[in-house]
């Protein structure tokens, strides 16, 4: 009987899902479901200020999405974007997700988001969306902005800005949004920017984005301005116009794992900008201007870790790293910033006159086309680097019959000063010793009267203060 009823339970669970002959049975496709002001879909969570909330998941497919009955909205090819759009408002104020299938989207206009914890996100780069040539539009194909509007994002597509041919905008604007989030994101040809986040007038703390690939801006390839703890992650910006990452205002930021190649100006350039890290830079090289430029009014920024080769081809601020104006308290450590090519990267680092309590310590100097180093102010504390020698030591002998000897040191420049240490009492009372004359290669040690028969050895170490 036990047996009996153990069948009869598998049979119940099996009978629904296999059909009469056998065979599993295919299920009959269904109309495209019409949205309601509650949507329909899988339920996300969200975390942050907006965590008691789930989200929705709205799909839509491209005109040659594979899989087309599975989405709420279907787009035609033409002004695609007003699709989406309905996609995003029929999520009212709700939180909720935007899918957008694998395929190609063409759109003459932007589509808008400004409620907190919605999402617009693709299939990764099988979802292409294409500003069309026709557009000719001023604005950026995805238009984020709020009034400290938490929890938004996008992420996992190609966004095609087709900047020839628009007036202005391009990929991402945010505005007025916390905590946003732009993963896998691959933006190309924005007329201006292909992404800004611009928080000068409404907040964008705590943005993120992460594993993305920038490329071929018209002016900057990412454009942060007034921002405050923000973090880039292994992003990859490439041939802009201007600069690779553009940043003025905010601060308390990281830049991680990136890489900056072939801009016209800077790779990455800082102006205003207030205890910043650039950490493990991936490549920073073959930029028209500086790598990493530190403009006025920058304060506690720190490069720490990567490579930072071959920049300056332009001949304009032919630097690895560039502290120039009043960009105070900046560290560099650890960095790889040489020359190899014949016309390119002059210094790997150069400090500007006006620029306080720089320090460069443990980095990789050599084979700049000039010198590991240019240091304009005094303040500057320079170690442990190697291509720029900032201390050195060695013995030189003053022989019997003479009161000098002229040293080479081997330092990347004049020494600010050489400590003097006699190694025997010597035959004749030599007197005191004294050092001088010295100049970017050599100096001169001089006692007060010939040692006599047993010369006189002495130690020396010359450093740069």
Avoid at 40 to 61: K, L
Avoid at 149 to 163: A, K, L, Q, R, V
Wanted: net charge negative.
């Amino acid at each position: 009987m036990r047996k009996l009823l153990a069948l009869l339970i598998v049979l119940s669970i099996l009978i629904p899902v296999i059909g009469c002959d056998g065979g599993e049975v295919t299920p009959t496709p269904t109309e495209t479901p019409t949205p309601t002001s509650e949507p329909p879909g899988a339920w996300w969570p969200i975390t942050g200020p907006d965590r008691n909330y789930h989200a929705a998941t709205i799909i839509v497919a491209a005109s040659n999405s594979k899989y087309q009955n599975a989405a709420h909205y279907r787009c035609d090819g033409t002004a695609d974007d007003d699709t989406v759009q309905s996609a995003v408002d029929s999520l009212g104020t709700s939180p909720g997700v935007v899918l957008l299938l694998d395929g190609s989207y063409s759109a003459t206009g932007n589509v808008t988001v400004s409620n907190a914890g919605q999402f617009i996100k693709g299939l990764g780069w099988a979802t292409t969306w294409n500003l069309s040539q026709s557009a000719n539009t001023t604005d950026y194909a995805f238009v984020f902005s709020g009034n400290n509007t938490y929890n938004c994002g996008i992420s996992d597509m190609i966004i095609d800005c087709n900047g020839a041919n628009q007036t202005a905008g391009g990929g991402v604007y945010v505005e007025g949004m916390r905590q946003f989030r732009i993963d896998n994101l691959k933006a190309q040809e924005g007329k201006v920017y292909n992404v800004y986040v611009k928080g000068n007038t409404l907040s964008c703390n705590g943005f993120r984005m992460f594993n993305s690939e920038l490329t071929g801006a018209g002016t900057d390839n990412l454009r942060v301005q007034a921002v405050w703890n923000w973090k880039v992650y292994d992003t990859y910006m490439q041939t802009a116009t201007q600069k690779g990452l553009n940043t003025s205002g905010g601060g308390e930021c990281l830049v991680h794992g990136c890489s900056f190649d072939t801009n016209t100006q800077a790779g990455a350039y800082f102006y205003a900008v207030s205890r910043g890290t650039i950490a493990d830079t991936r490549y920073c090289g073959d930029n028209g201007r500086a790598g990493i430029e530190f403009a006025s009014t920058c304060l506690d920024m720190t490069v720490n870790g990567g490579e930072v080769n071959d920049n300056g081809s332009s001949g304009t601020n032919p630097y690895g790293v560039y502290v120039k104006g009043t960009a105070n308290n900046t560290q560099v450590y650890n960095i790889t910033a040489h020359n190899n090519d014949t016309v390119h990267q002059d210094y790997g680092v150069y400090i500007g006159a006006t620029a306080v309590n720089t320090v460069v310590k443990n980095n990789g100097l050599s084979y700049n086309t000039v010198a590991g180093v240019y240091n304009g102010n005094s303040t500057s504390i320079i170690r442990y680097n190697k291509g720029y020698v900032t201390e050195n030591s060695g013995t030189a002998t003053i022989a019997n019959g003479s009161t000098s000897i002229v040293v080479t040191h081997g330092l990347a420049t004049t020494p600010t000063d050489v400590t003097l240490t006699p190694k025997e009492q010597g035959t004749n009372d030599y007197g005191r010793l004294s050092w001088g004359s010295g100049n970017s290669t050599r100096f001169t040690i001089t006692c007060s009267a010939d040692p006599g028969a047993s010369n006189l050895d002495v130690n020396w170490y010359a450093f740069i203060d």
